[in-house]
């Protein structure tokens, strides 16, 4: 039975409301399609996105939650825990059955929404449970789980979970095979390169994922923020051959005697990154020290670095 709990009127409540509306009314393509924080696009029949009211430097105008089916509709990243949000979903949903909710991943800004959206629609929620908690939002998720590979009917065709872990350790792309179009979570953004958070996240990991995902056959990326993206190949290419970049810049700011912390490394390796997004990059450095030393070419000493 389904519970349907009442949301406070609000004047985000409203607003969302008649976005929602409008912005169903007109088919957009996938081009046209550039997310603006709070918008309700159809991005091809049976797939819109609303973007949440989180804007960011990492995410973009906002997370992008992902509607799939028409009445039997699939959740694809419930987005934050932000009301507006919660009221739009529920509003573009509208009279649909929520089939199942899928997580990319569960950093707070895709998965901290889940509790209040369940409220409203209490489907089965497929996701996977990180090695480290450390940034995840696990609230829900007890007993959940989805293998690589498994699937889920909606009716707009099946979606097949994908393991890329290296974001995050519990990381899925979703495929629907019927468009060739891949969800990307926050493995393949449309706006930045997606930060690695270690313990959690992997260097090594990641790049052994954007490798899996060369090797589909894809007509389109639609990230977790930021616009949806054409030609696939050459997107995840260019991710691979700059995360090797920036390995080589990390590698070549290691002093080849004595030894260096993070901070001594991070402006000399991350020299063409604002200074305002160091304390992210900070974290992808040390996921790619880490990945130096496992192929052998940095070691560590405490909280020093140097070339092996
Ligand atoms: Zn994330």
Avoid: F
Avoid at 82 to 97: P, S
Avoid at 188 to 212: F, N
Avoid at 248 to 260: C, D, F, I, N, Q
Wanted: glycine share 10%; aromatic share 2%.
């Amino acid at each position: 039975m389904r519970h349907r709990g009442n949301l406070p009127p609000s004047r985000s409540r409203t607003r969302a409301r008649s976005a929602a509306a409008a912005a169903v009314a007109r088919v957009l393509t996938p081009a046209e399609a550039s997310p603006h924080t709070g918008s309700v696009a159809l991005l091809a029949p049976g797939v819109r996105r609303v973007v949440a009211p989180n804007p960011g430097p990492l995410t973009g105008p906002g997370t992008n939650t992902y509607l799939i089916g028409t009445k039997q509709v699939l959740v694809l990243d419930p987005g934050p825990a932000l009301e507006a949000h919660t009221a739009a979903l529920v509003e573009t949903i509208g009279t649909a059955r929520v089939v199942a909710i899928a997580l990319t991943h569960t950093h707070a800004d895709h998965s901290a929404g889940l509790e209040a959206l369940r409220r409203y629609h209490p489907a089965p929620v497929l996701a996977r449970l990180p090695r480290h908690t450390e940034h995840h939002v696990l609230a829900g998720l007890a007993g959940t789980t989805i293998d690589d590979g498994g699937t889920v009917s909606t009716d707009a065709g099946p979606l097949v979970a994908i393991a890329t872990p290296g974001h995050a350790s519990n990381h899925l792309c979703w495929l629907l095979p019927g468009l060739r179009w891949l969800y990307t979570g926050d493995h393949i953004l449309g706006t930045t390169s997606p930060v690695i958070l270690p313990p959690d996240g992997d260097m090594t990991e990641y790049l052994e994922a954007l490798r899996r995902l060369a090797r589909l056959d894809l007509e389109r990326l639609l990230p977790g923020h930021g616009p949806s993206l054409g030609e696939p190949q050459g997107v995840i290419a260019a991710l691979i051959r700059h995360r090797l970049e920036r390995e080589s810049r990390v590698l070549a700011a290691l002093p080849a005697t004595g030894a260096a912390t993070l901070e001594d490394l991070l402006p000399i390796a991350y020299a063409d990154v604002s200074p305002s997004l160091h304390g992210w990059a900070r974290c992808t450095l040390q996921a790619h020290l880490l990945r130096l030393a496992e192929t052998g070419q940095a070691c560590r000493d405490g909280d020093r670095w140097a070339r092996a």
